[in-house]
């Protein structure tokens, strides 16, 4: 578990991140102070890839995360929120550790760059999912097969016999359609602060990376998520409801500053637009 100085919590200005995602104070180091922090940080801090987009890789540093996601109105991908979320939890006293997935594009497995939290409370490990855009809005559970509910949105987590060792994979029931789509899955092993940088290098620089030419951003909220791609808005609801609105791309700035929370600069935005083709 990675319960030391590996995520450069003293440098995390806590009361600045706490009022940032809307509370007043530290939560305990419990299964409600784990919820109420995942909560908080999911439904306030935004999901975006426009630098992977771009071909740039973002600075993982918890100074450069801070001016960007807790002074700015910016998002990141798991490779930011991941940090962000484990220097806050190192700072209030959880046990955690990181550890590495794999997206199930179509069932299949693609290359390890998923980034994810682990925490211990209440003597039970629990996923704390704040980076993979469409997030749970509540810890999960490791138990096999137990399904849960996250904000009204359904989870469920699973043990694999994969290889030669074990590894647990998460499902979503998408509402739309009532059928459960596998998100992920991942091994318990420790991953540290370099193999997100190393992650965060590959992801925008690749020709292999899933996020190059694929714009998008994804912000959560009570009851509803959008998601914004390269020419629609996508809403879905846990009752089901599921609308999608197209858009041209010089809305883009309106509809990312109303809607998700995101200031874009214009001059990333023309960039943007290029690389995307729109």
Do not use: K
């Not at 509910?149 to 694999?160: H, I, K, M, P, S």
């Amino acid at each position: 578990m990675n319960d030391d100085a590996a995520w450069g919590a003293p440098a995390l200005d806590l009361p600045r991140y706490l009022h940032r995602i809307g509370l007043q104070a530290p939560p305990a180091p419990d299964l409600a102070g784990l919820s109420t922090l995942v909560r908080a940080h999911a439904l306030t801090l935004p999901w975006e890839n426009f630098d992977a987009v771009r071909g740039i890789p973002g600075e993982l540093t918890i100074d450069a995360l801070q001016r960007r996601m807790i002074e700015g109105r910016r998002g990141y991908g798991c490779t930011g929120h991941v940090p962000l979320l484990a220097a806050a939890l190192q700072r209030t006293g959880f046990r955690f550790g990181a550890a590495s997935g794999r997206v199930l594009v179509d069932g299949g497995p693609s290359a390890s760059t998923h980034a994810l939290l682990i925490v211990e409370v209440d003597g039970a490990p629990h996923l704390a999912e704040v980076g993979f855009g469409a997030v749970p809005l509540a810890p999960l559970r490791l138990e096999s097969g137990l399904e849960q509910d996250a904000g009204g949105w359904r989870y469920r987590l699973t043990a694999e016999a994969v290889g030669f060792g074990e590894e647990w994979r998460l499902d979503f029931l998408d509402p739309s359609s009532g059928q459960w789509r596998p998100q992920y899955r991942f091994a318990l092993a420790d991953r540290t602060w370099s193999d997100l940088r190393m992650t965060n290098f590959y992801v925008a620089t690749s020709p292999h990376s899933p996020f190059r030419g694929r714009l998008m951003a994804v912000v959560n909220r009570p009851g509803e998520r959008h998601v914004l791609t390269r020419d629609a808005v996508i809403s879905t609801r846990p009752d089901g409801f599921r609308e999608t609105v197209p858009y041209v791309a010089a809305d883009r700035r309106a509809i990312l500053a109303e809607s998700f929370a995101i200031d874009l600069p214009e001059d990333e935005a023309a960039a943007l637009a290029a690389v995307s083709g729109s």
